[in-house]
């Protein structure tokens, strides 16, 4: 079994800046890539940002430049730095585990997703 829990969502205004952690709990967590999505009322869930254990990222289009992915291995978190936040960045942020190595798998193969942290960005 594996735990999620997300934190350090906010309000902060638009051009502002907040880093988003999840913190990983489990004896298999190191099978894992952990990944972020986010979800605005009325829209669908969403994928933001990847990180693999070799380093490797991946960033959805609307993100790329502004957004950072990154991974303590040894506390077995991962963070996501936002930059220059937009009011279309307004979400719930989920970080979720896959055991799949390649990145953006179908949304099946998540076997595990943190309760979410709000962010809201004002304009």
């Known amino acids: 079994q594996v735990q999620l829990e997300e934190s350090g969502g906010g309000l902060v205004q638009a051009g502002g800046s907040l880093r988003l952690s999840c913190a990983a709990s489990g004896r298999t967590i190191s099978n894992y890539a952990m990944d972020w999505f986010r979800q605005a009322p009325g829209k669908e869930r969403e994928f933001v940002a990847a990180i693999r254990y070799s380093g490797a990222t991946y960033y959805a289009d609307s993100v790329k430049g502004r957004f950072t992915i990154s991974r303590d291995n040894v506390k077995t978190t991962v963070y996501l730095q936002m930059n220059s936040l937009k009011p279309e960045d307004t979400a719930v942020y989920y970080c979720?585990?896959?055991?799949?190595?390649?990145?953006?798998?179908?949304?099946?193969?998540?076997?595990?997703w943190g309760q979410g942290t709000q962010v809201t960005v004002s304009s």
């Open positions: 979720a585990a896959t055991p799949v190595a390649y990145f953006r798998p179908p949304l099946r193969h998540y076997d595990y």
